[in-house]
């Protein structure tokens, strides 16, 4: 099979799978759940839906196949900067039946643009970029529909095995040693456009914490006044905390006996201390890292942990080396509905024993989003460049609701410090202590 072929069924299987996780993700639920608004935070899954379709029409039937418009009269309502999410629900969207008679439409032509195209030539189709884009994007926005579900009221719907148990024990901390690294890349083709291009970082060494921090370990800061002590937060954090009056990580319920418990996709389970926290903002990752004498770490740190490798000196594409994450690496791809308990992937983890970089929570860093040197945006403006310079912090690793086409060791995700309904947690850093690096 010549190369191009391979990525073209690489390409196929990846847009498959995305769609048919958009249909369980929508077909679970009746009618009346996918036009309601679960959260003024969020579209209703018809819109989702519908919004999969139309960038897919965009950008692979219009523009690469260069063929007729399916519905060119919905662009405006699917444009996702036209309308802010709360306010959707009043648009005239398509119904269930004509989104999914719309999505299924596009697929159609789709799959003949992608037979068709050389996967060469200009940028937007060179190894299937375009393709792998629209493979992401309906990834991401699945995990997005994956978040209304978490939002939702009602019984369950969705079901998964329970994530797996920890094979090993953990270190605390990893020592990360101080040196130059390549951050980002130019060379992977399917890397989106905040990813490039890779440039050369020097950092001192620090120390970063083995997995992200568990419940239980959330637990004691909780337990200890975390919530109840504004030397812990920062001054826009405890006006936050506040306002919304958080006292815990959402989701989290405790019983008249004291005990916690967590609202998981319409049940409701004992919480886990061995998992990894998830549900939390910025704020309060932030407010737990000097609770624990420590910091988050920033956005370099985060890939210098995750993708140096100090045998070779070189950046690899994950923690664990450039192999694709299978099954053993990695909790990903709402393969379970929660994180797994730390531990449970040993041969997922950096060379320098750091574990959990990939999958289980999204982690927050201190860093903002912003580009990098000789960034240019591509294909399009709105995807990375319009949120620069904003109110956003940068969070790395992906989830176990994210898919592996659209998580990698240079993947970034960004989001305002206050959202808590994304599957985002943390892991603290901290600066070398005196002869600390020598040991």
């Known amino acids: 099979m010549t190369a191009p072929e391979v990525v073209r069924e690489r390409l196929a ?53 260069g063929r007729e418009a399916v519905r060119r009269d919905i662009d405006e309502l699917y444009d996702a900067f036209a309308h802010p999410r709360s306010t959707r629900p009043a648009l005239p969207l398509l119904n269930p039946d004509e989104a999914r008679r719309y999505v299924t439409q596009v697929r159609d032509k789709a799959w003949d643009v992608l037979d068709r195209s050389p996967l060469q ?18 990834q991401q926005h699945d995990e997005t529909m994956l978040a209304t579900h978490q939002l939702r ?7 998964a095995p329970a994530a797996p148990a920890a094979r090993t024990a953990l270190p605390a901390e990893v020592i990360v040693p101080g040196g130059e690294f390549e951050m980002g890349t130019s060379t992977d083709p399917w890397a989106l456009d905040n990813e490039r291009p890779s440039h050369r970082v020097l950092l001192p060494a620090f120390v970063i914490d083995a997995a992200p921090v568990t419940n239980g370990e959330y637990l004691e800061f909780l337990g200890d006044g975390g ?48 998992q990894p926290v998830v549900h939390v903002c910025y704020f309060e990752a932030q407010a737990y890292a000097r609770w624990a004498g420590k910091r988050l770490p920033t956005e370099a740190e985060w890939e210098r942990a995750a993708r140096w490798d ?41 060379p320098l024993g750091v574990h959990h970089l990939i999958g289980d929570v999204w982690e927050w860093t201190s860093s903002d989003f912003l580009p990098y040197p000789g960034f240019s945006f591509f294909p399009y403006r709105e995807y990375s460049e319009v949120f620069f310079g904003g109110d956003y912090k940068v969070l790395r690793g992906g989830s176990f609701g994210t898919d592996p086409v659209a998580c990698r060791g240079t993947f970034r995700n960004w989001d305002h410090p206050v959202r808590r309904q994304i599957f985002a947690g943390f892991r603290c850093a901290r600066d070398v202590a005196p002869g600390e690096a020598d040991v």
């Open 121 to 138: 030539g200009r940028r937007l189709e060179r190894d299937g970029f375009a393709f792998a884009m629209i493979a992401q994007h309906e």
């Open 153 to 159: 009221t009602g019984p369950a719907v969705l079901d």
């Open 310 to 350: 100090p045998a070779s000196g070189r950046s690899r594409r994950f923690p664990w080396g450039d192999a694709e994450p299978t099954a053993a690496h990695a909790n990903l791809g709402q393969r379970h509905l929660e994180p797994a308990e730390v531990g449970a992937y040993p041969d997922g983890a950096s």
């Open 13 to 65: 299987t990846d847009l498959a799978r995305a769609r048919d996780r958009s249909r369980a993700l929508t077909d679970c639920v009746d009618d009346g759940d996918l036009v309601a608004q679960h959260s003024p935070l969020m579209s209703p899954l018809v819109w989702d839906l519908a919004h999969i379709g139309n960038q897919e029409e965009l950008w692979l039937v219009r523009d690469v196949g």
């Open 227 to 274: 919530y109840d002590r504004p030397e812990l937060w920062s001054e826009r954090g405890w006006a936050h905390r506040r306002s919304a009056d958080l006292d815990a990580p959402q989701f989290w319920q405790r019983d008249g006996s004291g005990s916690w418990w967590r609202r998981v996709f319409g049940r409701v389970v004992p919480l886990h201390p061995n």
